[in-house]
């Protein structure tokens, strides 16, 4: 459970995107050849104009912040987690990901449109307050699984109780 953060770091890149996800249909895995020269700038573009650089870097800095501060005696492992992270996860390691994901799943018209509303005032805002959202929408969620982890423990109990024993044969 320690290192359930490490895997919502990536969620920071793609969190001021996310809710345009919901809304437009997504167009399938579309092999990298397919995708024009338009929709890739116009996805380099959206990308360049949601901050996701500088927010995936606060986003990965507050998270290993607060891991460090919730498990103090992984402070002696924060290097060895910081290279990781950045071998694999950072803006450099992600980009060109990041870039083919956005171009498949949008025309280019629609990347073009979501450029445009993240440079409009509600837009910036939006980008703004998505680290400390995606965070605190983070510290939400493992507080509930640590206060109902106990009816999972029963759950699992309960069940290991009913199940045969298996005999090695």
């Given at each position: ?80 987690m910081r290279a990781y992270i950045t071998k ?18 949008f025309t280019e018209k629609e990347l073009k ?57």
């Amino acid at each position: 459970m320690k290192y359930f953060w490490i895997l919502t770091v990536g969620l920071a890149l793609t969190a001021p995107l996310a809710q345009a996800q919901t809304t437009t249909p997504a167009t399938g895995n579309v092999p990298a050849a397919s995708i024009s020269a338009g929709q890739r700038k116009a996805a380099e573009e959206l990308l360049k104009a949601a901050n996701s650089e500088q927010n995936l870097t606060v986003t990965i800095d507050r998270m290993l912040a607060s891991q460090m501060e919730q498990n103090p005696g992984m402070k002696a492992v924060e290097p060895e987690m910081r290279a990781y992270i950045t071998k694999y996860m950072s803006w450099g390691a992600m980009k060109e990901d990041m870039v083919q994901l956005y171009a498949r799943e949008f025309t280019e018209k629609e990347l073009k449109e979501l450029a445009k509303f993240y440079q409009t005032p509600i837009g910036r805002k939006t980008i703004e307050k998505m680290p400390q959202l995606m965070a605190a929408s983070m510290e939400i969620g493992q507080r509930r699984m640590q206060e109902h982890l106990p009816e999972l423990q029963q759950a699992i109990a309960e069940k290991m109780k009913t199940q045969a024993p298996t005999e090695d044969k």
